[in-house]
């Protein structure tokens, strides 16, 4: 799972689980959870990514330059795997929120 510091999950462990057991029967790269941004509503923020397949994707990225996108990068990343490579992900289901996104924490607004 990737999760950025500016968010606050509110779920259990065992919510979390269940979730992932149940995106487990798709074949996807990455799959998402739901968050409440306090500036955009309801976005895909958080990322679970497939163990196996990560040192495929990594083998395939490596050596690309993705620095050119600053804070959007695992964004830009997944993107070219899917388009270009064929590691498909999925934006999860809106259900339910898993937390909340922190959007301003890092301009002390």
Same mark, same amino acid.
């Given at each position: 799972m990737a999760v950025d510091?500016?968010?606050m999950i509110t779920k259990s462990k065992?919510?979390?689980e269940n979730y992932c057991?149940?995106?487990n029967e798709t074949s996807w790269f990455?799959?998402?959870a /739901?968050?409440?941004?306090?500036?955009?509503?309801? *976005?895909?923020? %958080?990322?679970?990514?497939?163990?196996?397949?990560?040192?495929?994707?990594y083998d395939i990225i490596k050596?690309?330059?993705?620095? /050119?996108?600053?804070?959007?990068?695992?964004?830009? *990343?997944?993107? %070219?795997?899917?388009?270009d490579y064929n590691f498909f992900y999925s934006g999860g289901t809106p259900e339910e929120?898993?937390?909340?996104h922190l959007f301003y924490i890092n301009n002390k607004i």
């Open positions: 510091a500016d968010v065992e919510w979390i057991e149940k995106m990455c799959f998402t /739901w968050l409440d941004c306090t500036k955009r509503g309801l *976005i895909t923020g %958080l990322h679970f990514y497939r163990t196996d397949k990560c040192k495929d994707a050596k690309k330059d993705f620095s /050119w996108h600053k804070g959007r990068e695992e964004y830009k *990343i997944c993107r %070219l795997l899917k388009i929120s898993f937390g909340t």
